[in-house]
């Protein structure tokens, strides 16, 4: 099984500033990887598809970068409502998910 | 803009099944994939497994091969999960997600609202 490791589990910081997320597969997931955004009671959201790809209505503040192993989500510019806890996916070998980081102000 | 609409929250005994539905609106449900992710209390996301309706294509997670069910009825553009022998550890959010099949498996996009399965004696 691909296990994904997110990193920081925890990220403090304040509006208007920027957010990099790390999320490292233990062995090469090529580009298929997701990430999510999730808030409270809610269901997690597409953000970004095949390491890079914005989905529909994501915001341009939101960008995917990396290859193989490792991925970087980021957060240009943060927004009040973009504090919530973001996943990472891969589907190159089934289907598993990262443990989460929470982004909070 | 398609909707994903799970059925509504279940208490079940331990031992027992529960089925849980999805149905799909706004939007194409046979040709693309549809699977099941669940969410325990303050944890994180694991697929479970899921389906592909055109084709009747199951694929199941290892850890619930043995207890779990995934069908889609194209009628009426429902995705269908059972899950037997429960224990207090199924406890859980789950969640259909729908998603485009592509030559390296499903690219999932579209989640219902979730169903709230609460396993107790």
């Known amino acids: 099984e691909i296990v994904l490791t997110q990193s920081p589990a925890t990220l403090s910081l304040s509006p208007g500033e920027r957010a990099t997320l790390s999320c490292r597969a233990s062995?090469?997931?090529?580009?298929?990887l997701a990430w999510y955004q999730q808030k409270p009671g809610q269901a997690p959201r597409l953000l970004i598809y095949?390491?890079?790809n914005r989905a529909t209505g994501i915001p341009a503040r939101f960008s995917g970068g990396g290859s193989g192993t490792d991925f970087t989500l980021t957060i240009s510019s943060l927004e009040p409502e973009d504090f919530a806890v973001y996943y990472c996916?891969?589907?190159?070998?089934?289907?598993?998910f990262g443990q989460g980081t929470k982004l909070e102000i | 803009q398609v909707q994903l609409v799970q059925s509504g929250a279940e208490v079940k005994k331990p031992g027992s099944s529960v089925k849980v539905s999805c149905k799909v609106s706004?939007?194409?449900?046979?040709?693309?994939?549809m699977n099941w992710v669940r969410q325990a209390p303050g944890q994180g996301l694991e697929w479970m497994g899921g389906?592909?309706?055109?084709?009747?294509?199951?694929n199941y997670a290892q850890k619930f091969q043995a207890r779990l069910t995934v069908a889609a009825d194209e009628s009426t553009s429902t995705a269908l999960m059972e899950l037997n022998s429960l224990r207090s550890e199924d406890t859980a959010m789950y969640y259909c997600?729908?998603?485009?099949?592509?030559?390296?498996?499903?690219?999932?996009?579209?989640w219902g609202q979730g169903t709230l399965v609460t396993v107790s004696s």
């Open positions: 996916q891969q589907r190159s070998d089934s289907y598993t």
């Open positions: 706004g939007g194409s449900f046979s040709n693309y994939g």
């Open positions: 095949d390491a890079s």
């Open positions: 062995q090469s997931v090529s580009s298929y």
């Open positions: 389906i592909i309706p055109i084709y009747g294509a199951t």
């Open positions: 997600v729908r998603g485009v099949v592509t030559t390296r498996g499903i690219r999932f996009d579209s």
